[in-house]
């Protein structure tokens, strides 16, 4: 498969746990954008990528989200101290550079915080 | 930032109807108006595209229109049918590299 993979597919977890997730881009797309979705609401971005570089972070970001992709491709999202507010689709979606609005999703990551 | 309304919230039709969805945007700077489908349970995917400098384009039975005065573009399906059933999202994009969708537009096709 070469299109975006997301893991885990589901994490349930209890509040005040750490989670982590991971998102494997399309292997040339140097772009990599996370998006938040609750039910019936269309995409929240969070951050974006362009190789390693974390270029843009939403102000709707609390300081317990943060996001890596240390070496330019596969990338981590990591929330601390997880609220039940959290619960959400976390989307990963990566683009070409030279086509950087075109955006292929992954099929996501659902938390569910207990 | 970018305001983004879509209209209507949800569409019913009858298979084999047209429908239009309406995307209105805030920001005058955006010059990138994409639509995504997502089905139920599934990533969302771009369908169709349209820059600043376009006024029309078509992809077999869908199509998007821009209106850049007054700042709003739709997407036109014809001849529906029940696998158009879905959310559709708008997601214009101004300076920044990012893409702010809208709430969605439920879309039901009846046989």
């Known amino acids: 498969d070469t299109g975006v993979s997301q893991n885990p597919r589901h994490k349930i977890t209890k509040r005040g746990q750490n989670v982590t997730f991971r998102c494997d881009p399309i292997s040339e797309h140097n772009r990599l954008y996370w998006y938040r979705q609750t039910l019936g609401q269309g995409p929240e971005f969070l951050t974006y990528f362009q190789n390693e570089a974390q270029l843009e972070k939403s102000r709707l970001l609390s300081d317990r989200f943060s996001a890596e992709r240390p070496k330019g491709s596969f990338s981590t999202l990591e929330i601390q101290r997880t609220e039940q507010g959290d619960s959400a689709m976390y989307l990963c979606?990566?683009?070409?550079?030279?086509?950087?609005?075109?955006?292929?999703f992954g099929s996501g990551t659902q938390l569910s915080v207990l | 930032g970018e305001n983004v309304e879509q209209h209507p919230s949800t569409l019913s039709v009858q298979e084999g109807d047209s429908a239009v969805i309406k995307c209105t945007y805030s920001?005058?700077?955006?010059?990138?108006f994409p639509w995504y489908k997502q089905e139920l349970g599934k990533r969302p995917q771009l369908i169709i595209d349209i820059r600043s400098n376009v006024g029309e384009k078509k992809d077999q039975r869908i199509a998007v229109t821009l209106n850049k005065t007054a700042k709003h573009f739709s997407l036109h399906i014809t001849e529906t049918q029940p696998e158009d059933s879905a959310v559709y999202f708008c997601?214009?994009?101004?300076?920044?590299?990012?893409?702010?969708f809208g709430t969605g537009t439920r879309l039901q096709v009846f046989p």
């Open positions: 979606a990566s683009s070409l550079a030279t086509e950087n609005e075109k955006l292929f």
């Open positions: 920001d005058s700077a955006s010059n990138y």
């Open positions: 997601a214009p994009k101004a300076g920044t590299d990012k893409l702010i």
